[in-house]
């Protein structure tokens, strides 16, 4: 007789309580998986993740202390066949590569339906690699585009980076903590960008930047 395949293993990792219980629920009540731990930070997410050995660590980005983006580079750093699901609200390129650089498996937003939250954790258990619709779209975007291409040649890339952020609305410290840099560097290169771009304010350089393209 052919053994029921064990459940999922899944490891919570969210400064928010209140969502890590729905999460829970939702795994184990709807999706059939065992929640093997919870974690409010990063370095707890660390901890944990060595001593239980779960199959996916649902990860946030943004958290007090350790961020979910170094915590993700240590633990695959440690174990490469983990799967990391990465769950947060930030969909900026900034944060969608540094994620991907630090080996997350898959990328979906806390505004996505439990259904496909369920679907995405069933994927990266099996080794696969899942992203929601808009974090898609800025991968092809990015796999498409040429060295020197898009927008704003004159700009370096991390220009571009924060700029793109501006244009979606960010502040300048949501940018810092976006892109892990203090906020007097944030400011530092927006100078350079108003300068190069020839703008007189943050007003001026999201309307230029959003007629190209770019905080979308």
Same mark, same amino acid.
């Given at each position: 007789?052919? %053994? ?12 928010? @309580? ?9 795994? %184990?009540?709807?999706? /059939?998986?065992?929640?093997?731990? %919870? ?13 239980? %050995? @779960? ?8 958290? @007090? /202390? ?6 993700? &580079?240590?633990?695959?750093?440690? #174990?490469p066949d983990l799967g990391v699901l990465v769950l947060t609200m930030s969909e900026d390129d900034a944060s969608v590569f540094a994620a991907l650089r630090a080996g997350a498996r898959g990328y979906v937003l806390k505004g996505t339906a439990g259904p496909d939250f369920l679907a995405a954790v069933s994927a990266v258990a099996r080794g696969e690699a899942v992203y929601g619709a808009g974090v898609a779209r800025?991968? &092809? ?28 609305? #960010? ?30 304010? #943050?007003?001026?350089?999201?309307? &230029? ?8």
């Amino acid at each position: 007789m052919t %053994e029921p395949a064990r459940p999922v293993r899944v490891l919570l990792v969210d400064d928010h @309580p209140l969502l890590r219980h729905g999460l829970r629920a939702l795994l %184990e009540q709807v999706g /059939g998986a065992e929640v093997v731990g %919870e974690a409010g930070d990063g370095e707890e997410a660390v901890e944990l993740a060595l001593s239980l %050995e @779960p199959d996916v660590v649902v990860m946030d980005l943004v958290m @007090p /202390g350790m961020s979910g983006t170094e915590a993700t &580079r240590r633990l695959i750093d440690r #174990r490469p066949d983990l799967g990391v699901l990465v769950l947060t609200m930030s969909e900026d390129d900034a944060s969608v590569f540094a994620a991907l650089r630090a080996g997350a498996r898959g990328y979906v937003l806390k505004g996505t339906a439990g259904p496909d939250f369920l679907a995405a954790v069933s994927a990266v258990a099996r080794g696969e690699a899942v992203y929601g619709a808009g974090v898609a779209r800025r991968i &092809r975007r990015f796999l498409t585009s040429g060295p020197g291409s898009g927008p704003f040649p004159e700009l370096t890339s991390r220009e571009r980076e924060i700029l793109d952020l501006l244009a979606s609305g #960010r502040s300048n410290a949501e940018i810092a903590r976006a892109l892990f840099l203090s906020q007097k560097t944030v400011k530092n290169h927006l100078t350079s960008v108003f300068a190069k771009l020839q703008v007189a304010d #943050r007003a001026q350089a999201v309307v &230029r930047a959003r007629r190209a393209g770019l905080g979308e």
